[in-house]
């Protein structure tokens, strides 16, 4: 399977930014879905932005304006910019990728998740 490592997050005021990374190894052949997902406590994990087909992107209603996914395919790299931080955004994010990899005698398909990184946002 791929390894996604995230960082970026961390504690913020409400009003700042953070932008969140999520660095994908291994011998990937290629990705063809880059996900943010992000779960606070009583909820179920939502989906805050992801990359569609055609590479467009779609984002949550509640961070739509706010927030902004990108990514560097050479470095097979996926990033979520933060801006106008709310309280309601303190979650567990993590990054989602999917596509396929090199097993060595075959090409076989992957869907991994990063640990999860947390994201605070206080009043």
């Known amino acids: 399977q791929v390894h996604l490592v995230e960082s970026g997050g961390g504690l913020v005021q409400a009003g700042g930014s953070l932008r969140l990374s999520c660095a994908a190894s291994?011998?990937?052949?290629?990705?063809?879905?880059m996900n943010w997902y992000r779960q606070a406590p009583g909820k179920q994990r939502e989906l805050v932005a992801a990359?569609?087909?055609?590479?467009?992107?779609h984002y949550a209603d509640s961070v739509k304006g706010r927030f902004t996914i990108s990514r560097d395919n050479a470095k097979n790299t996926v990033y979520l910019q933060m801006n106008s931080l709310k309280p309601e955004d303190t979650a567990v994010y993590y990054c989602?990728?999917?596509?396929?990899?090199?097993?060595?005698?075959?090409?076989?398909?992957?869907?991994?998740w990063g640990q999860g990184t947390q994201v605070t946002v206080s009043s």
């Open positions: 989602n990728a999917a596509g396929t990899i090199d097993a060595g005698t075959s090409v076989v398909d992957f869907n991994s």
């Open positions: 990359f569609t087909s055609g590479d467009s992107t």
């Open positions: 291994g011998t990937i052949v290629s990705i063809n879905a």
